[in-house]
T-cell receptor, first 110, second 115 residues
Framework: SQQGEEDPQALSIQEGENATMNCSYKTSINNLQWYRQNSGRGLVHLIL?????REKHSGRLRVTLDTSKKSSSLLITASRAADTASYFCATADSWGKLQFGAGTQVVVTP | GAVVSQHPSWVICKSGTSVKIECRSLDFQATTMFWYRQFPKQSLMLMAT?????????EQGVEKDKFLINHASLTLSTLTVTSAHPEDSSFYIC???????????FGQGTRLTVV
């Protein structure tokens, strides 16, 4: 069964705008990871945030984690058409097993 | 980052035949590998956890006799889809971790089409 719920399911924005997507989970985690997937392709790891961290940045990406609410958010700033993809959160247990959320499909129009 | 190689990247097979997918960690030893399946426009679903030198642990609802997993070495895990049917057509992807509390490294995935 899937651990995470993501919203929104789909997001359509214009280039230059920010995109925010949220992920909620149910059980305790070791870390939470965000991935990107272009249509029909493999996964690209974006960022990992550990359970004792609250915020992390990587380039135009900003991830927050609130373990008390069991939720995380991914913010993509100044979006580009190349950011069009599906984005998944995944929670990891202490063995490294990942449970993926349903994903958010992001479309960035020029 | 570490490299995980998955082969083949795509395969078409006839109903009733078996297909083997390989997942290799190229530059690290992976005591544990994971196999996922993804249907079109859906998320990745964990199928099983592959442990080197022992039996795989399957998620609920996954038929262990249909999806045979072998993890004979620290760098190789294989998934064999036995007696494949069209409903087994999917994107199969593996991942490996070299230690706890780090990112999982994913293979490129295998697109299986059963005709």
């Amino acid at each position: 069964s899937q651990q995470g719920e993501e919203d929104p399911q789909a997001l359509s924005i214009q280039e230059g705008e920010n995109a925010t997507m949220n992920c909620s989970y149910k059980t305790s985690i070791n870390n939470l990871q965000w991935y990107r997937q272009n249509s029909g392709r493999g996964l690209v790891h974006l960022i990992l945030i550990r359970s004792n961290e609250r915020e992390k940045h990587s380039g135009r990406l900003r991830v927050t984690l609130d373990t008390s609410k069991k939720s995380s958010s991914l913010l993509i700033t100044a979006s580009r058409a190349a950011d069009t993809a599906s984005y998944f959160c995944a929670t990891a247990d202490s063995w490294g097993k990942l449970q993926f959320g349903a994903g958010t499909q992001v479309v960035v129009t020029p | 980052g570490a490299v995980v190689s998955q082969h083949p990247s795509w395969v078409i097979c006839k109903s009733g035949t078996s297909v083997k997918i390989e997942c290799r960690s190229l530059d690290f030893q992976a005591t544990t590998m994971f196999w996922y399946r993804q249907f079109p426009k859906q998320s990745l679903m964990l199928m099983a956890t592959s442990n080197e030198g022992s039996k795989a642990t399957y998620e609920q609802g996954v038929e262990k006799d249909k999806f045979l997993i072998n993890h004979a070495s620290l760098t190789l895990s294989t998934l064999t889809v036995t007696s494949a049917h069209p409903e087994d057509s999917s994107f199969y992807i593996c991942s490996a971790s070299d230690r706890v509390n780090t990112e999982a490294f994913f293979g490129q995935g295998t697109r299986l089409t059963v005709v």
